[in-house]
C-alpha cells in the first residue's frame, strides 16, 4: 500500500532553518505530484508548497514563498521541504501528500511531523 512517512521536524527558534523529509513507497514516484500541507493549532489544514510529478513546477502559499523550498529526489522517492527563515506562525503539524496526474485532490497523505518556533 501506499506509505508517505515524513521526518525532519522538532523545535527551533525563530530565524532558524528546518529540513523535513518524506519518503514515499507503494507508488510510481514520478508519476505524482507532491506536496506540503500544515496545520496549526486549533485551524484547519493549509497549502504550503507543491511540486509536480518530474520537479519542472513549483508552488507556494503566499506565507511561504521566498523562505521555504520544495524539492525531489526521484532516485530516493523522496519529497523534501527546506524551510528558512522560520516564525512562530509557522508552527504546525507538516504533512506531505501525493496526488496522481489525473485526481483532482489528494488521496495520500502521511501521518505529520510537528514542527515548533519559538520567538
Known amino acids: 500500500q501506499v506509505q508517505l512517512v515524513e521526518s525532519g521536524g522538532g523545535l527551533v527558534q525563530a530565524g532558524g532553518s528546518l529540513a523535513l523529509s518524506c519518503a514515499a513507497s507503494g507508488l510510481t514516484f514520478s508519476s505524482y505530484t507532491m506536496a506540503w500541507f500544515r496545520q496549526a493549532p486549533g485551524k484547519g489544514r493549509e497549502f504550503a508548497a507543491a511540486?509536480?510529478?518530474?520537479?519542472?513546477?513549483?508552488s507556494y502559499a503566499d506565507s511561504v514563498k521566498g523562505r521555504f523550498t520544495i524539492s525531489r529526489d526521484s532516485a530516493k522517492n523522496t519529497v523534501y521541504l527546506q524551510m528558512a527563515g522560520l516564525k512562530p506562525e509557522d508552527t504546525a503539524v507538516y504533512y506531505c501528500?501525493?496526488?496522481?496526474?489525473?485526481?483532482?485532490?489528494?488521496?495520500?497523505w502521511g501521518q505529520g511531523t510537528q514542527v515548533t518556533v519559538s520567538s
Open positions: 501528500a501525493a496526488k496522481s496526474r489525473s485526481a483532482l485532490s489528494y488521496a495520500y
Open positions: 511540486i509536480s510529478w518530474l520537479g519542472g513546477t513549483t
